[in-house]
């Protein structure tokens, strides 16, 4: 019989892989968001969209009672630490009163589901130690990282007063073709192939409100951070594996490497036969205020259940270029 598994978040760039990762291995797969892809669900008998809002508990607990999950992914987030100074009351509510929420109604319902819950290095805040592992100091520095790490804690705090096969996923940066715009990967990738096929300027906008490429410029702020840099589908294959063994535990999920935005740069313009400083302005404004050098321990991870990052930096980066360049190729043929 095949199991049963409920993705929260699951139109996001992380849910996208994860439901395509589970529907591989014969999963029923129950997706949650805002609204329902009706599409795809028509396309695979075993993909269950449920348009519900994730902050309304009586309907979460409805839709867990009504499925009965062997394993549920709990994705749904505010996902950038920039946004969350600008709403930190929804922040909270997502990302750390509903972990708290799926914990209390899988303990009254089911109580042999297992949990995976998606947090995130920036946890760690402030703290500059690294490379880092499930034992570095937290010290968050905005409400997105302190809402994760309270996530982060009442996990093991349900796991060890009450049993729970329930286990966080410490994140460091991933990224893949499917990124949201706003992100700065997503930015280059976009800027690099739009480049390439002669635009000048684009009707997306950056942060600023402004086209995202204008005067064939792309506007950055500080290229010399480093990021530890994965693919988002090799890091879904290490949320089904934290809950395919009979323990449940914390894992810090990463390459162990550390790349600049400056590299990123380099390797997407060079894909497409373009010099990057031919094609890249800087902002102060867009600098962050905090903002750490840092890369993941995943040794524990490695150790324990075998997992390692598969995908290179610059195949990650390339590849994101390649989609950017077929995508925005498509729709100038079309215009």
């Not at 129950?30 to 902050?55: F, K, P, V």
């Not at 086209?211 to 693919?231: A, E, H, M, S, Y």
């Not at 993941?296 to 150790?303: H, L, P, R, V, W």
Request: charged content about 25%; aromatic content about 8%.
């Amino acid at each position: 019989m095949s199991r049963c598994a409920l993705v929260t978040g699951a139109s996001g760039q992380d849910g996208s892989y994860l439901v395509e990762f589970l529907l591989a291995r014969n999963y029923q797969v129950h997706a949650q968001s805002r609204r329902a892809d009706t599409a795809s669900s028509s396309q695979d008998r075993n993909l269950h969209w449920h348009a519900i809002d994730i902050c309304d508990f009586d309907a979460l607990h409805a839709l867990i009672a009504e499925i009965q999950p062997d394993e549920i992914y709990n994705l749904a987030s505010i996902s950038r630490p920039s946004d969350s100074w600008q709403n930190p009351h929804e922040t909270a509510k997502v990302n750390a009163l509903i972990p708290q929420q799926i914990c209390e109604t899988v303990l009254k319902l089911r109580s042999q589901c297992r949990i995976f819950q998606s947090t995130s290095s920036e946890i760690f805040g402030s703290s500059a130690i690294s490379p880092q592992d499930e034992q570095t100091p937290c010290r968050p520095q905005s409400p997105y990282g302190i809402a994760k790490l309270y996530a982060h804690f009442i996990i093991g705090a349900f796991r060890k007063n009450y049993g729970l096969h329930a286990s966080s996923g410490i994140m460091f940066n991933h990224e893949s073709p499917r990124r949201p715009l706003p992100y700065v990967s997503q930015k280059i990738a976009y800027a690099a192939a739009a480049a390439s096929i002669g635009l000048r300027e684009t009707s997306e906008k950056d942060e600023r409100g402004e086209p995202l490429l204008k005067d064939g410029k792309v506007t950055l702020g500080n290229i010399d951070i480093r990021r530890d840099f994965g693919f988002a589908g090799d890091f879904v294959a290490a949320m089904h594996e934290m809950l395919q063994g009979d323990t449940a535990d914390d894992y810090v999920i990463g390459t162990g490497q550390s790349n600049s935005i400056r590299s990123f740069c380099e390797i997407a313009f060079r894909h497409v036969g373009r010099d990057w400083t031919d094609h890249v302005v800087f902002d102060r404004s867009l600098f962050r205020a905090i903002d750490n050098d840092t890369v993941a321990d995943s040794s524990k991870i490695a150790a324990k259940i075998g997992w390692r990052a598969k995908t290179s930096f610059a195949d990650l980066v390339t590849m994101m270029v390649d989609h950017q360049v077929k995508r925005l190729a498509a729709a100038k043929s079309k215009s």
